[in-house]
């Protein structure tokens, strides 16, 4: 025979949010693992975590920046791009030599500074066919670090 239990209408609103709770813990269970994340609407690509060097042979480790890729462009001969050092929040502008390996010129610098080989193929393929470089300016490979 079943059993009649008596319940106070704060142990009812505690087993219904018990039960919500447990249900949108177990959709997010199932989405992460069928790999249904949700879609970002108006999203942007990820930043370009990029080490700045003090030297060409890319040894000495200046500081880290952000490149935003959506901000790269082809500018004469060379390819302009907003950054941010990481952390921070404040955009500056700098720019990539086409014309060298890997130079770049950073806001309010005085001498040039140096990035990984990785990331000059990344800004290299900003550069244009003049520069020996297909040119496709659509998107960037954010596989390279």
Do not use: W
Not at 43 to 65: G, R
Not at 85 to 92: K, L, N, P, W
Request: glycine share 6%; with cysteine.
């Amino acid at each position: 025979m079943a059993r009649i239990i008596r319940l106070t209408e704060n142990d009812l609103a505690r087993i219904v949010r018990r039960v919500i709770t447990e249900q949108n813990t177990a959709v997010k269970a199932v989405g992460k693992a069928v790999g249904n994340n949700p879609v970002k609407t108006n999203s942007t690509p990820p930043p370009l975590k990029t080490i700045v060097f003090d030297d060409p042979s890319a040894t000495k480790t200046k500081t880290n920046i952000d490149i935003l890729p959506q901000s790269m462009r082809l500018v004469h001969n060379h390819v302009n791009f907003s950054y941010r050092f990481a952390g921070r929040t404040q955009i500056m502008n700098g720019f990539f030599y086409c014309s060298t390996n890997n130079t770049i010129k950073l806001d309010g610098a005085e001498i040039p500074s140096y990035i990984s080989n990785k990331r000059a193929v990344t800004l290299k393929s900003k550069c244009g066919t003049s520069q020996g470089y297909a040119s496709t300016n659509t998107g960037v490979d954010t596989s390279l670090a």
